[in-house]
């Protein structure tokens, strides 16, 4: 049980968890079993970042991911341009999607040709945890500690 601060209130650590999941279950015993839980914090150590490839990066895979971001610029566009045209206001919005989808298109094609080779694969990143704590304010641990062994063992 390490002392740290969390939102500048001394903490103690009352559990440590390999996943994010199994730290999340033993807070939500907690709730479940009326402890306050707006006096807790999962707190994620032995952060790393992860990118995650999702596949090879080609012209025309550029090309298509710029027409669906031109899409919904083109979608936007265009309604709120309809809200101002009399009449067909949908001829504006189809309008304005297909032009969203064209130049969309094109910058994508350049801006992946420009990129000279580098960087020529698609990917997510966020930060992984080698490890969660559940930290409570220290002058209520004692109390976390038997909620959740008594939850643990119903």
Not at 28 to 36: A, E, I, T
Request: no cysteine; proline share 1%; hydrophobic share 50%.
């Amino acid at each position: 049980m390490t002392s740290t601060l969390v939102d500048g209130r001394p903490t103690v650590t009352i559990a440590s968890f390999r996943d994010y999941a199994s730290a999340q279950q033993a807070v939500d015993l907690l709730s479940d079993n009326g402890f306050p839980v707006q006096r807790v914090a999962i707190v994620g150590t032995g952060l790393r970042m992860v990118e995650q490839i999702t596949g090879r990066m080609t012209m025309a895979r550029a090309a298509l991911s710029g027409a669906a971001t031109g899409a919904w610029i083109g979608l936007l566009i265009g309604l709120l341009l309809g809200i101002f045209a009399s009449g067909s206001w949908w001829w504006v919005l189809i309008t304005a999607l297909v032009l969203g989808i064209v130049w969309g298109a094109a910058f994508g094609a350049v801006a992946h040709g420009l990129n000279g080779g580098r960087r020529d694969f698609s990917s997510h990143s966020g930060l992984r945890a080698t490890a969660y704590a559940v930290e409570v304010d220290s002058a209520r641990a004692d109390e976390a500690l038997r909620v959740l062994d008594r939850a643990r063992h119903q």
